[in-house]
């Protein structure tokens, strides 16, 4: 029977303190272990659960090596008969591109739940016990499959999952997409369908991290040159993704630094900065569309297109 959840810990705001309760910006991320914030919600003490350290950092310093581990350890527990769920704790600043990798890497059928906190663990109006246990709840529905996010009450899918704003509760967004679902009073409410897609798998993802391939991304905006691409290809950078303006628009100094790019074999993908829509192609664009992804998504597309074989 699957029942037993499991919770992997990465760190983030969600386990913060501040050495003033009520300082909801001047806290440091990743001081306290997700047991101990297991134990913080009362309402988890009855529920069976497994509690795993993966990592213990502030998300804006996440890099390829947790990501390669996080997805290694997920696909364990997830592959057990008798866990129904994987809840991650993480923080907000790039819980949007960890959800987004997960899913292109793993595509699971069992949920795999994000979660995390805009105020620190010490803060008088938490927001990350309720999370939590929102996103064990989720973890444990049986009609959830894939990565999804749980915050502030809301179930966003990892595809449409965005960061709107830098310090309310409501930070996050699926843009024209909509939320999947709500956690309302305790009971689990789904409306739509996740986005599918096919899993690269961990086989992927070389151990050595500096053998991951190069991606960046480069701003268009007023004034752009194409210097920053110049020097970018120079330094061996092997994809780049593009934070157009509008629909997937490029100044054309940038435009000719980019095809000059392409024309090198650098991949390069176009998304745009605006909070919403998505990059329509048209049949003379000369530069790939993104569609929907947004640019640091786009990003780690490229990132797994790269490390896919030749002949995959």
């Not at 390829?64 to 991650?88: C, D, P, S």
């Not at 192609?281 to 993104?290: C, E, H, N, Q, T």
Request: proline share 4%; net charge neutral; hydrophobic share 45%.
């Amino acid at each position: 029977m699957q029942n037993i959840i499991v919770v992997l810990g990465t760190g983030g705001t969600i386990a913060g303190t501040s050495a003033v309760a009520g300082d909801n910006i001047g806290y440091t991320a990743a001081q306290i272990g997700v047991s101990q914030l297991v134990k913080a919600v009362p309402e988890l003490a009855s529920v069976p659960l497994e509690c795993e350290q993966v990592a213990q950092v502030d998300s804006k310093d996440m890099g390829f090596a947790i990501w390669r581990t996080l997805a290694l350890r997920a696909a364990h527990h997830l592959a057990r008969a008798e866990v129904a769920g994987v809840v991650v704790t993480h923080g907000t600043d790039t819980l949007e591109e960890t959800a987004y990798f997960l899913q292109r890497v793993l595509e699971p059928t069992k949920p795999l739940v994000m979660t995390a906190a805009m105020r620190p663990a010490t803060s008088p109006q938490a927001d990350g016990p309720q999370n939590l246990l929102d996103a064990v709840r989720v973890a444990g529905h049986l009609g959830v499959q894939g990565v999804v996010a749980v915050l502030n009450g809301q179930i966003h899918s990892a595809h449409d999952l965005r960061k709107t704003h830098t310090y309310r509760v409501d930070a996050f967004s699926s843009g024209d997409a909509g939320v999947m679902g709500v956690v309302a009073h305790g009971e689990v409410r789904i409306s739509r369908a996740r986005p599918k897609g096919v899993a690269t798998g961990c086989e992927l993802l070389p151990t050595d991290t500096t053998a991951w391939p190069r991606v960046e991304i480069v701003h268009s905006h007023a004034g752009a040159d194409g210097a920053v691409v110049r020097l970018l290809c120079a330094d061996g950078v092997r994809g780049l993704a593009i934070a157009a303006t509008g629909n997937g628009t490029v100044h054309h100094h940038l435009e000719s630094a980019l095809l000059q790019a392409q024309s090198e074999g650098v991949k390069v993908l176009r998304s745009s900065r605006c909070l919403g829509g998505r990059v329509l192609a048209k049949a003379d664009d000369v530069l790939p569309s993104a569609d929907d992804l947004t640019p640091v998504k786009a990003r780690i597309e490229l990132l797994l297109e790269l490390l896919r074989p030749p002949s995959a």
